[in-house]
């Protein structure tokens, strides 16, 4: 440690820098380590104002709950630019099937939606007022829509173990919602800088069609300074 010390500053800066984390999970749990970095010495903890100014980390988010954790669990020094919402994580879906349990009903699927919609009203204040350049909505796992044959509706299926092939038409107006009430937040900060909001995950052309209320906003957000667009690989081009 000593020997560490005695390096010039910018070099033990760009050790440390290099040293942190490209993506940072939020949760109450989780300690940021530029924290860390506060604990271990003086010499140290003068370095971190400026070792602060080159870390952009991603913040992932994987439950509707640690979006209160968001500002209050990372240094005041350290900004927030780019964040991603995992909408539907691996742990979530374990945690929702139980032990036994092998499927998930469209009503907790739509429950899900319903608290991370509720989750990012609540916790409006966590976001930055500025310096947020991207949020990132992932929606994998749903990889794709099905037409049900029956009545032509077209509905969406989750692809993941727990879940099988089990149909969800209620969950269009969920994400909808989700992705409008992001964009609202955008509209505040889209007069400072030009936030992007970016759709990972995939879901097919017929699914986005079937959410005309997003689709009618997207000309007119484009148009207040926000920059939307879909990830490539989240149109499943087979199932147009």
């Known amino acids: 440690m000593g020997q560490f010390l005695e390096l010039p500053a910018e070099i033990r800066q760009e050790i440390l820098l290099s040293a942190l984390p490209e993506k ?38 994987v439950e509707p709950s640690h979006l209160c954790c968001l500002k209050s669990r990372r240094p005041a020094m350290s900004p927030i630019e780019c964040v991603t919402l995992e909408i539907f994580s691996a742990a979530t879906l374990e945690a929702m099937t139980g032990a036994t349990s092998s499927s998930v009903s ?81 509209k505040i900060t889209a007069q400072r800088q030009r936030p ?17 209320t997003l689709l009618q906003d997207i000309a007119r957000i484009r148009e207040e300074g926000i920059e939307i667009r879909f990830d490539p690989e989240w149109m499943d081009e087979s199932k147009v």
């Open 24 to 61: 940072i999970t939020v949760s109450p749990a989780e300690v940021h380590p530029m924290t860390r970095l506060l604990l271990i010495c003086k010499v140290v903890k003068q370095d971190v104002e400026e070792i602060a100014k080159k870390f952009s980390p991603e913040y992932l988010v």
């Open 106 to 186: 469209s009503s907790e699927i739509g429950d899900l939606l319903y608290q991370w919609n509720f989750a990012l009203g609540a916790a409006r204040s966590a976001f930055p007022k500025s310096g947020l350049k991207q949020i990132t909505v992932d929606l994998t796992p749903i990889p794709h829509s099905c037409r049900d044959e029956s009545d032509y509706s077209i509905t969406m299926a989750v692809s993941h173990p727990a879940v099988a092939n089990r149909m969800f038409s209620m969950c269009e107006s969920q994400i909808s919602n989700l992705i409008i009430f992001i964009c609202t937040y955008l």
């Open 196 to 212: 992007k909001l970016l759709v990972t995950g995939k879901l097919s052309l017929q699914t986005l069609f079937r959410i005309p």
